[in-house]
């Protein structure tokens, strides 16, 4: 019977507490793409968005074993990148970057979403990015941000009418 | 805006594209060179090797000293011997 991805994913783990690079490189393969896509939504400038997924990366080669098991391995990783992004922006209040066409946003829709993305608080941003631009369920994007399905059902039914009426504006 | 208008643009809005962070984070790890790396520099070392020992064995000053060295010690130690004798 096939594993499924997140049973690969902690026997991968298993073997990065081993010290395993090649298990932590194709942990690497399998999640960068998320785990930038996240950062870069989150903390709105290519550079961070690549120096935190990578130290999120780094920090699991480092502290894999501090890996509970309560969560997927996904989770993990994005709680990781999570902490950090909200760290830097902390840190220096968002710069959020110039958007430009073909610096990470794609097309127009992305390069509009991310402007409206850009004028939410971080808690609401980061909900919506995990469950409507990074496809995470709902389940596993309470996982993450630690909260309960129902709080964040709530959370992003609030969040979308912001967004709602940010991108309303912009059209107007 | 209505709910579906919203999703339409969510669901237009792309995956970004992702670097490859792996160049990145390798340096980084503090593990010595990885297995390629080991395999690459005893694949260089044997063609170094392969190609001196494949070399003609032509006039080699150094062995000459050396032979020339084991054998005035030789004598050293016969012509000490045979004063010894004497």
């Known amino acids: ?172 | 805006m209505n709910d579906r208008e919203l999703d339409a643009l969510l669901n237009a809005a792309m995956r970004v594209d992702s670097p490859n962070l792996w160049k990145r984070i390798r340096p980084q790890l503090d593990c010595g060179p990885s297995w390629v790396e080991i395999r690459w520099a005893c694949a260089i070392g044997l063609l170094v090797l392969a190609v001196w020992a494949s070399l003609p064995s032509v006039h080699r000053p150094g062995e000459e000293n050396f032979e020339s060295v084991a054998l005035k010690s030789r004598m050293r130690k016969e012509a000490l011997a045979a004063t010894m004798k004497y």
């Open chain 1, 1 to 172: 019977m096939p594993r499924s991805p997140d049973e690969d994913d902690r026997r991968l783990l298993e073997r990065v507490i081993r010290q395993d690079e090649r298990a932590l490189r194709t942990l690497v393969q399998r999640h960068q793409r998320l785990l930038f896509g996240f950062c870069f939504r989150v903390v709105g400038t290519r550079e961070d968005a690549e120096e935190i997924a990578s130290e999120a990366f780094i920090r699991l080669w480092r502290k894999a074993d501090a890996y509970r098991g309560d969560c997927s391995v996904k989770s993990f990783l994005c709680r990781i990148a999570l902490n950090e992004c909200r760290d830097r922006l902390r840190r220096h209040r968002p710069t959020m970057g110039r958007l430009e066409e073909g610096e990470g946003a794609i097309n127009q829709e992305e390069l509009i979403v991310l402007c409206a993305l850009r004028q939410l608080e971080e808690s609401d941003r980061t909900a919506i990015v995990l469950h409507h631009l990074d496809g995470l369920s709902i389940g596993e994007a309470a996982e993450i941000l630690e909260t309960n399905v129902g709080a964040l059902k709530m959370k992003l039914v609030r969040a979308r009418s912001k967004l709602k009426a940010i991108l309303e504006d912009c059209h107007e």
